[in-house]
């Protein structure tokens, strides 16, 4: 089993729409997880962090966390073309983060 | 801000030789980090370093590998007899501990290019 998966292909939204994306851990003792948005050719940049049950806001996105289901989401809202790139969900473990592949996000004007 | 600088930005190397990749952490960070990702893949982890010693690292560090902090600032990655597959852009990273909270901060990579 893979320590996080990120199955969705790549999501195209209309600009202002909101981008939903999905992500599955496999160690329930996990603590902190993370979102990353990677451009092409560019390192990951953090965008959001959680470490407990519920929501976390902050500004146009929207991180979800359940430790029950071992699942966290992010969702974009009002979407902009500049959120076009490949976020990364992340997981702390063991001292270092355990990435999943990624899904690619299209915004469309 | 402060930021993780990498040097070079892009080496290609032949395939045997040996390349070292630098970097140079957040000045307060002690924990330091390499990634790699191959083109098209995900980011994967190889190695974390804290107080001068390596503290864990993937199957994929193997003797091929290593770690150097060589002075106060910066951290090196060596890679022994380049093979084509080894072809990947390799990140640092830095954080201030390793305790939940504490956020990992990626350099802008390294991009090896073995032929």
């Known amino acids: 089993q893979k320590e996080v998966e990120q199955n969705s292909g790549p999501l195209s939204v209309p600009e202002g729409a909101i981008a939903s994306l999905n992500c599955t851990y496999s160690?329930?003792?996990?603590?902190?997880f993370f979102w990353y948005r990677q451009y092409s050719g560019k390192s990951p940049e953090l965008i959001m962090s959680?470490?407990?049950?519920g929501d976390k806001e902050d500004g146009r996105f929207t991180a979800q966390l359940n430790k029950a289901s071992q699942y966290v989401s992010l969702l974009i809202r009002d979407s902009q073309p500049s959120d076009s790139a490949t976020y990364l969900c992340?997981?702390?473990?063991?001292?270092?983060?355990?990435f999943g592949k990624g899904n690619q996000v299209v915004v469309i004007p | 801000e402060p930021e993780v600088t990498q040097t070079p930005s892009h080496q290609v190397t032949q395939m045997g030789q040996e390349v070292i990749l630098r970097c140079v952490p957040i000045s307060n960070h002690l924990y330091f980090y390499w990634y790699r990702q191959i083109l098209g893949q995900k980011v994967e982890f190889l190695v974390s370093f804290y107080n001068n010693e390596i503290s864990e690292k993937s199957e994929i560090f193997d003797d091929q590998f290593s770690v150097e902090r060589p002075d106060g600032s910066n951290f090196t990655l060596k890679i022994r007899s380049t093979k084509l597959e080894d072809s990947a852009m390799y990140f640092c990273?830095?954080?201030?501990?390793?305790?939940?909270?504490?956020?990992?901060?990626f350099g802008e990579g390294s991009w090896l290019t073995v032929v």
């Open positions: 160690d329930r003792v996990s603590q902190s």
């Open positions: 990273a830095s954080s201030e501990g390793a305790e939940p909270g504490n956020t990992i901060y």
């Open positions: 992340a997981v702390i473990r063991v001292n270092r983060l355990a």
């Open positions: 959680i470490y407990s049950n």
